[in-house]
């Protein structure tokens, strides 16, 4: 099986910082595009941003020029550092990977259990 394990999240005042890890562990072969999604209360799952396994990025447009996502191949991690944060950023994070694992020929994917982020003053 596959774990992803996020860390991270926290209370930050607005104008604020946070960087969310996520970590893969388990039988893995290879990943391919790992993510961000995010759910506040009484809206549905959405979003935030992916990157590929050779490093192309994608955006939801609010969070463009604030937030970064990055990954580390070597350790099975990808990063979502989160600058000037606003109170409508304030969600639980979810971590999101396609993994293919050892002995499989399809790429499945995968969830981890949420990291909440509240953004107040």
């Known amino acids: 099986q596959v774990q992803l394990v996020e860390s991270g999240g926290g209370l930050v005042q607005p104008g604020g910082s946070l960087r969310l890890s996520c970590a893969a562990s388990?039988?893995?072969?290879?990943?391919?595009?790992m993510g961000w999604y995010r759910q506040a209360p009484g809206k549905q799952r959405e979003l935030v941003a992916t990157?590929?396994?050779?490093?192309?990025?994608n955006y939801t447009d609010s969070v463009k020029g604030r937030f970064t996502i990055s990954r580390d191949n070597a350790k099975n991690t990808v990063y979502l550092q989160m600058n000037s944060l606003k109170p409508e950023d304030t969600a639980v994070y979810y971590c999101?990977?396609?993994?293919?694992?050892?002995?499989?020929?399809?790429?499945?994917?995968?969830w981890g259990q949420g990291t909440q982020v509240t953004v107040s003053s």
């Open positions: 999101n990977a396609y993994v293919r694992r050892v002995g499989k020929q399809r790429f499945d994917g995968y």
């Open positions: 388990g039988s893995i072969f290879s990943i391919g595009v």
């Open positions: 990157i590929t396994s050779s490093g192309s990025t």
